[in-house]
């Protein structure tokens, strides 16, 4: 699995870490924390420009957080919450979620969108309260920018920096990465079939 993601970001370049960063945020099919420090691997093999990776990273995060923001400003808490408890289980994604993460943005404010870019749990659902109580786009898109580049730098340089031991890298990270990607299938099946049967009670 390592050697594979190594392949294809080398393969599609900055789109393909743009693109995967983008989709990660919309629906995680790899985790950021497997797309950049494998982009910033890359980069320190000479492939790739480090900061180039960084900025298309980033970039991707931020258009792929925007979804979430217009969901939350046209449809509002509630309807959000009923799509959700319709729809929601092929993303994952639960009314309680939502309340999740629209109980952070009112504990911490419009500030919530920059820690909560920092964060695995609320990365992605962050950015619907920050829609639903209508924050300035050009406000939403500095601190999402702020804490998408914060993280991806640091996941990248993590991958820069342990390119000079490629083989010990690789040798561990590949039965790794593997497992990350395994238990995020199987989390996303469990997910789904959880949220399918709370439907149907």
């Known amino acids: 699995m390592f050697d594979k993601i190594v392949e294809v970001v080398s393969a599609f370049g900055y789109l393909g870490v743009f693109a995967l960063m983008l989709l990660e945020n919309i629906f995680p099919p790899i985790p950021s924390e497997l797309i950049m420090p494998l982009a910033g691997f890359v980069a320190a093999r000479g492939e790739l420009n480090f900061a180039a990776v960084i900025a298309v990273g980033t970039a991707g995060s931020v258009?792929?957080?925007?979804?979430w923001y217009y969901a939350g400003a046209k449809l509002g808490q509630e309807r959000m919450k009923r799509l959700a408890k319709r729809?929601?289980?092929w993303l994952?994604?639960?009314?309680?979620?939502?309340?999740?993460?629209?109980?952070?943005?009112?504990?911490?404010g419009k500030g919530a969108v920059f820690f909560g870019r920092l964060m695995p749990a609320v990365r992605t659902l962050i950015s619907v309260p920050a829609g639903i109580v209508g924050m300035p786009m050009a406000l939403f898109l500095i601190y999402s920018t702020l804490g998408s580049l914060i993280w991806t730098a640091l996941l990248a340089l993590a991958g820069f920096v342990l390119e000079s031991?490629?083989?010990?890298?690789?040798?561990?990270?590949?039965?790794?990465s593997t497992g990350v990607?395994?238990?995020?299938?199987l989390y996303y099946l469990y997910r789904l079939i959880r949220q399918r049967f709370a439907d149907k009670d």
Do not use: M, N
């Open 165 to 176: 031991q490629y083989e010990k890298v690789s040798q561990y990270l590949d039965p790794i």
């Open 87 to 89: 729809w929601g289980h």
């Open 63 to 67: 258009v792929g957080a925007l979804p």
């Open 92 to 108: 994952t994604l639960s009314p309680e979620d939502i309340d999740k993460a629209s109980g952070w943005f009112d504990r911490h």
């Open 181 to 185: 990607v395994v238990l995020f299938v």
